[in-house]
T-cell receptor, first 115, second 112 residues
Framework: KAGVTQTPRYLIKTRGQQVTLSCSPI?????VSWYQQTPGQGLQFLFE???????NKGNFPGRFSGRQFSNSRSEMNVSTLELGDSALYLC??????????????FGPGTRLLVL | GENVEQHPSTLSVQEGDSAVIKCTYS??????FPWYKQELGKGPQLIID?????GEKKDQRIAVTLNKTAKHFSLHITETQPEDSAVYFC???????????FGQGTTLQVKP
């Protein structure tokens, strides 16, 4: 089975722009979660989607949003980029029970640099 | 609040020695505790996990122990090898908010 895939792998943007990242979960997985990883804050939960609905949300501003499609693929969007948004954005998928209830499988991440 | 403390932040051992990483959590409702290994340029990979109804779990050279009373859990790696060098993260579930909270990570270096 193919693992979690994320595109693009690397991205450079300037302040004020917006960005969309994509995640394809493992086949058969219906829960997709997003995390932000930075050296200072570590791994922080952004949100989780299941059946095209946001099921849980972390403590991030409204500039961070996401969605899930009927095939379980997910996108996250960050609007009005700030320098502090530079990070590795990780996507994780699991079967159905979601975050904290079953094994999550992570993708390789998208490295975002905001200049 | 939702918090997972992980120690040490860096750990250097000789090949063949054992390595121990410890984590504490704050919510007594936490019931799922995974450990992830992250190598450079890759996403975290699950290496072992434990649920709150189990005190210890082993998988070859890796073991995890859980003390619910003290709210701490530990990762034990025996007979370390250079390929064990990576960043290790512990995590604890917070069922009331549906989150998985991660520790800050431990950089393990195994010297040949």
């Amino acid at each position: 089975k193919a693992g979690v895939t994320q595109t693009p792998r690397y991205l450079i943007k300037t302040r004020g722009q917006q960005v969309t990242l994509s995640c394809s979960p493992i086949s058969g997985h219906r829960s997709v979660s997003w995390y932000q990883q930075t050296p200072g804050q570590g791994l922080q939960f952004l949100f989780e989607y299941f059946s095209e609905t946001q099921r849980n949300k972390g403590n991030f501003p409204g500039r961070f949003s996401g969605r899930q499609f009927s095939n379980s693929r997910s996108e996250m969007n960050v609007s009005t980029l700030e320098l502090g948004d530079s990070a590795l954005y990780l996507c994780a998928s699991s079967l159905a029970l979601g975050v904290g209830q079953e094994t999550q499988y992570f993708g390789p991440g998208t490295r975002l640099l905001v200049l | 609040g939702e918090n997972v403390e992980q120690h040490p932040s860096t750990l250097s051992v000789q090949e063949g020695d054992s390595a121990v990483i410890k984590c504490t959590y704050s919510d007594s409702a936490s019931n799922y505790f995974p450990w992830y290994k992250q190598e450079l340029g890759k996403g975290p990979q699950l290496i072992i996990d434990i649920r709150s109804n189990v005190g210890e779990k082993k998988d070859q050279r890796i073991a995890v122990t859980l003390n619910k009373t003290a709210k701490h859990f530990s990762l034990h790696i025996t007979e370390t090898q250079p390929e064990d060098s990576a960043v290790y993260f512990c995590a604890a579930s917070y069922p009331n908010t549906g989150k998985l909270i991660f520790g800050q990570g431990t950089t393990l270096q195994v010297k040949p």
